[in-house]
């Protein structure tokens, strides 16, 4: 005997529960945003709840719903009548976005046992190696790969991320947690998205601190498989707090080829001597510049990043590979001012391909073994 065909309420029901919020990426009939819908004819009028007034995604929302919804045969039209979540239902719906209850203390999810989540702090020594353009293409790279990747714009006295990746909006906040913008399929977190205008960043230590705290904790990230940290250069603060918070990090170095830079790039990734965090690897970026006639000038030498490579292996007593070599190419500048980076922009361009093959070694995961059970038993026989 065949199950009854489901009643139109049931393929409305079923058709608005494939539409994800732009923003949290889970189902809007999960999160509590439908309030409820009539069916009147070939006409279908939803109520849904947004999560703050003046949301900037809710014509995506509209669209969405509206193509969802006209798929099923008969209806014609959906009308969308647009509330706001009262606190109570922005209190359920943190709650269901932190899997239940919430403890006093921010939890930082990349730091538990279980995360699955590789993080990558991108470092240097000194500022104008091109270590946020690296981080940016790193993480577009990766998202084009299908992986679902953040960015957290740790230099906060020269946050440069959300243009050079093309953010424009805000983030959301619902009760105590943010929502960060998206683009290119990357999410993305900056203290520049909360000060106005062009305004310089005064913090000392514990302020900078606390902000790497709220970034890790307060943002709702979802379940990413790569997070990457654009670090400020040197080995301040902002190093120091990271090593406290995401122990489990990675470092990721980045150095021109110039002896002075080289220098002082091994004086950053050393840090991870006293911090006992892995250092992943080398890039140099900035390699060289090939002219029209096919040959290379070496605008600012060469070696520094062999040299840095093999620095930090000795100095560490683990290999440290050079990453990766990335020419120096005006279209990468231009496609980061243009809020699209080169592996998207013009991924047949050198500069391009060698970061994409940076972002190939780092795509592959190695296991943490850390808190997890390894199934072995006890022999007690003599």
């Not at 995604?57 to 979540?85: H, N, P, Q, Y």
């Not at 500069?351 to 007690?380: F, H, I």
Request: proline share 6%; aromatic share 4%.
């Amino acid at each position: 005997m065949s199950a009854p065909a489901p009643t139109v309420e049931e393929a409305v029901q079923a058709a608005l529960a494939t539409v994800d919020d732009p923003e949290i990426r889970r189902p809007i009939t999960e999160l509590g945003m439908v309030k409820g819908f009539t069916v009147a004819g070939g006409k279908v009028t939803v109520e849904l709840l947004l999560t703050v007034a003046g949301c900037p995604l809710r014509d995506k929302l509209t669209t969405d719903i509206t193509a969802a919804v006209t798929k099923i045969a008969g209806i014609e039209s959906v009308e969308i009548d647009f509330g706001v979540m009262n606190e109570e239902q922005r209190k359920a719906l943190q709650a269901t976005l932190r899997g239940g209850g919430q403890s006093a203390e921010p939890v930082i999810p990349f730091a538990q046992p279980g995360s699955k989540t590789r993080v990558y702090a991108v470092a240097s020594g000194k500022g104008g190696v091109g270590k946020s353009s690296v981080t940016v293409n790193l993480a577009a790279a990766l998202a084009k790969r299908g992986l679902s990747v953040g960015v957290i714009d740790a230099d906060i006295y020269g946050h440069s991320v959300p243009r050079m990746l093309g953010v424009d909006g805000k983030p959301t906040r619902v009760e105590d947690m943010i929502m960060p913008p998206q683009a290119h399929g990357v999410k993305v977190i900056s203290i520049g998205m909360f000060t106005a205008g062009n305004a310089a960043v005064v913090w000392r230590g514990p302020m900078l601190h606390r902000a790497l705290q709220q970034f890790l904790a307060d943002v709702f990230w979802g379940e990413l498989d790569v997070l990457l940290l654009d670090l400020p250069p040197g080995t301040g603060d902002v190093a120091i707090s990271l090593a406290q918070l995401l122990p489990n990090a990675e470092i990721l170095v980045v150095t021109t080829p110039q002896a002075a830079a080289a220098e002082v790039a091994e004086r950053a990734g050393a840090i991870a001597l006293q911090t006992h965090q892995r250092l992943v690897g080398v890039v140099e970026n900035m390699s060289w510049l090939e002219l029209p006639d096919g040959s290379r000038m070496e605008v600012f030498g060469a070696g520094g990043g062999e040299t840095v490579a093999a620095s930090l292996s000795k100095t560490v007593g683990a290999s440290v590979p050079l990453l990766g070599q990335v020419p120096l190419d005006t279209r990468v500048r231009e496609a980061g001012d243009g809020g699209t980076p080169i592996v998207l922009a013009d991924p047949s361009a050198a500069a391009a391909k060698a970061l994409d093959a940076v972002a190939d070694r780092l795509a592959v995961r190695r296991e943490s073994l850390v808190g997890k059970p390894l199934g072995l038993t006890v022999n007690t026989r003599r």
